[in-house]
T-cell receptor, first 111, second 113 residues
Framework: SQKIEQNSEALNIQEGKTATLTCNYT??????LQWYRQDPGRGPVFLLL?????KEKRKERLKVTFDTTLKQSLFHITASQPADSATYLC??????????FGTGTRLKVLA | SQTIHQWPATLVQPVGSPLSLECTVE??????LYWYRQAAGRGLQLLFY??????ISSEVPQNLSASRPQDRQFILSSKKLLLSDSGFYLC????????????FGPGTRLTVT
């Protein structure tokens, strides 16, 4: 069956450290993968998109990798800050118009 | 710039009552439109998407329906709500071929009692 898995447990890290979140998928062949941030009671906000032919993408303190052989994406936040605390969702682009979301990982950055 | 609106923000409805949630997008034309539901502590479940007026694709069989009467208007409806319809409903839009990011609305918190 098709599955997308993100770290189900909340991730607590110390301010200034690098947070690494994982997104694993099975039985999909996504053309691209996206990461979103969601704060409580709000809609998700787009962060980064990476295509299947790209290995890595960066934006300021954010970095995403995409390994289509391992069927895994890693999302890194360097020099993390308490304001980075949120739930982070990965989403696979499957087909031309469809997106399949993971359940998200809740990140808490401790001051 | 583009904006997306959803209303109402919160809704409490009894089981068996009808539902109508509305989503409108401003500042873009011919967007792809999406309805998602997020149950408490769960991920986003794609319910419907639309690539044009009157074109609706359903992802999950259920007692919900969607319509797109105008280019930038997307409506989610139900004739009779179930308890399991409770959740956070999110509308989103995207440009073009689907390889672009999605922009989400503020959401509607629906509680069916």
């Amino acid at each position: 069956s098709q599955k997308i898995e993100q770290n189900s447990e909340a991730l607590n890290i110390q301010e200034g450290k690098t947070a690494t979140l994982t997104c694993n998928y099975t039985n999909y062949s996504p053309a691209y993968l996206q990461w979103y941030r969601q704060d409580p009671g709000r809609g998700p906000v787009f962060l980064l998109l990476i295509r299947e032919n790209e290995k890595e993408k960066r934006k300021e303190r954010l970095k995403v990798t995409f390994d289509t052989t391992l069927k895994q994406s890693l999302f890194h936040i360097t020099a993390s800050q308490p304001a980075d605390s949120a739930t982070y969702l990965c989403a696979l682009g499957v087909g031309t118009y469809k997106y399949i979301f993971g359940t998200g990982t809740r990140l808490k950055v401790l001051a | 710039s583009q904006t997306i609106h959803q209303w109402p923000a919160t809704l409490v409805q009894p089981v068996g009552s009808p539902l109508s949630l509305e989503c409108t997008v401003e500042g873009t034309s011919n967007p792809n439109l999406y309805w998602y539901r997020q149950a408490a502590g769960r991920g986003l479940q794609l319910l419907f998407y639309s690539v044009g007026i009157g074109q609706i694709s359903s992802e999950v069989p259920q007692n919900l329906s969607a319509s797109r009467p105008q280019d930038r208007q997307f409506i989610l409806s139900s004739k009779k709500l179930l308890l399991s319809d409770s959740g956070f409903y999110l509308c989103a839009w995207a440009k073009g071929q689907g390889s672009y990011e999605q922009y989400f609305g503020p959401g509607t918190r629906l509680t069916v009692t």
